[in-house]
């Protein structure tokens, strides 16, 4: 392996390159303080979300980095204490942390469609209208933060707000921060980079005894989907995404309902669950691989169905233990995913719906990690809250799913429309020329003859 692709080239799907390293590094350390009942760890875990974020979305390798310092500026000098310990901290964050966050908001809000992309701009006006816009953005959370920080005082009777001067000085450094994050904008908007990360080395095709394996096992699959289980699986399409949030939503309602519920119940419901959401999601896993790439998906099928049959195949398992493995299960099943998901094609909808459900396994996984000494009955609430909450993301997603097939049909509809009438306008151009031409033609075969008859007089001789 070069240097070069040891820093910028792709590794392997789950884990890409050293940003993936030092995310992998940052949750880990979330989960660590999570298991210590440290408070701090939910500033950490609302940080680690937004991290799985960024690598759903596929960020530019920069603006990634940028997001990873940002947030280690700021939940990790929360989480250390070291707001208190140094006076200058609190200084450092305002005013570099608006740098790295702002540009990233700005392409949070390219990958909603709610703005232009800056790869896209050509005019010195729409690069103006990038860097108003990054400023905005950075000043106005900025802004939020102090408000924040006011409310909080002012109901929770905490002391963050020290003085006006304080707050002044605050939102003058995340204006700075946020005016030098809009000019990074504006200059990746004039020069035309793009927005979204690419591979910088080209993959070798591996020659050891995995890829051998991996080999067969596609070509496996490939056989597999000649068959006519495959060919129903694909024509149900959305179908089976829609089961599965109707399997768990049954799940987590049967919990909420049920008085008391013991132990075991809990662990069969809850297994359950996981092998349906596991069974449903196969065949669209398999359906959505690409290339030399796994497929895409497939490793959080094998983990739920892990997790399912573990849950179940464990009887004696105490509540304690029970949280211990759903909640690290809940946690490695959203990482897997988030990975899955910046290597799936689809539309930017689907995979926003996807990294919700994904962002919340993992703060569920965090909580069942933070907080396994509660109660049964908080375990059953906790259990059947995610479950509720993952049935009504699958249905949510199944919903978006028919409705871009009908978008797709439509536009499929229009075109073959526009083909036709194109078509049909051709035939008319050219039966249009043709009549022209005869026409011309009878004209000129009409002046011959006239000319042929017309009597001619006598020559003139020149002297």
């Known amino acids: ?185 504006a200059l990746w908007s004039v020069r035309g980079w793009s927005t979204r990360r690419t591979p910088d080395a080209e993959r070798v095709p591996g020659r050891g005894v995995a890829s051998g394996l991996a080999r067969r096992g596609r070509s496996a699959l490939r056989r597999w989907e000649a068959g006519p289980v495959f060919g129903v699986a694909a024509r149900l399409r959305g179908l089976p995404l829609a089961l599965s949030g109707v399997a768990a939503l049954a799940a987590g309602a049967a919990l909420l309902l049920w008085r008391s519920p013991a132990l075991r119940t809990v662990e069969i419901l809850f297994g359950l669950a996981m092998l349906a959401q596991a069974l449903l999601d196969l065949p669209a896993a398999l359906r959505g691989r690409r290339g030399p790439s796994p497929p895409d998906g497939l490793p959080t099928v094998l983990g739920e169905a892990a997790l399912g049959t573990a849950v179940i195949a464990s009887p004696g398992i105490s509540r304690l233990g029970l949280a211990y493995l759903v909640g690290a299960s809940a946690v490695v099943l959203a990482l897997l995913e988030a990975a899955s998901l910046s290597t799936r094609a689809g539309g930017e909808r689907a995979r ?32 059947s809250l995610y479950l509720v909450s993952v049935g009504a993301f699958r249905l949510v997603r199944a919903a978006e799913a028919r409705l871009a097939r009908r978008e797709s049909a439509v536009e499929v509809g229009e075109r073959e429309v526009d083909d036709e009438r194109e078509v049909v306008g051709a035939a008319a151009r050219a039966e249009g020329v043709a009549a022209d031409g005869d026409a011309v033609a009878d004209q000129a075969v009409v002046e011959r003859d006239a000319q042929q008859r017309a009597p001619r007089g006598p020559a003139v001789r020149r002297p």
Request: aromatic residues 10%; glycine residues 10%; contains cysteine.
């Open 1 to 185: 392996m070069s240097r070069r692709r040891l820093v910028y080239g792709d590794w392997w799907w789950a884990l890409r390159d050293p940003l993936d390293v030092l995310r992998l590094a940052f949750v880990g350390g979330t989960v660590a303080f999570a298991l210590m009942g440290r408070s701090t760890a939910v500033g950490l875990t609302a940080a680690s979300a937004l991290l799985l974020v960024c690598r759903i979305v596929d960020l530019p390798r920069r603006f990634d980095l940028a997001v990873i310092v940002a947030m280690t500026l700021i939940a990790w000098g929360t989480a250390l204490g070291l707001y208190g310990d140094y006076p200058f901290y609190d200084d450092v964050v305002h005013g570099a942390a608006p740098f790295f966050y702002a540009p990233v908001l700005y392409l949070v809000l390219v990958r909603l469609e709610v703005l232009v992309d800056p790869a896209r701009t050509s005019v010195p006006r729409h690069h103006a209208g990038v860097f108003v816009s990054t400023l905005a953005l950075g000043m106005a959370v900025g802004a939020g933060y102090e408000v924040i920080e006011w409310v909080s005082d002012s109901l929770l009777g905490t002391h963050l707000v020290k003085s006006a001067d304080d707050t002044g000085s605050d939102l003058l450094e995340g204006a700075l921060g946020s005016c030098a994050g809009a000019g990074l904008a």
């Open 352 to 383: 926003w719906l996807a990294g919700v459900g994904a962002v919340s396994a993992f703060v569920f996984g965090v909580a069942m990690l933070a907080l396994p000494d509660h109660s049964l009955d908080a375990t059953v609430v906790a259990f």
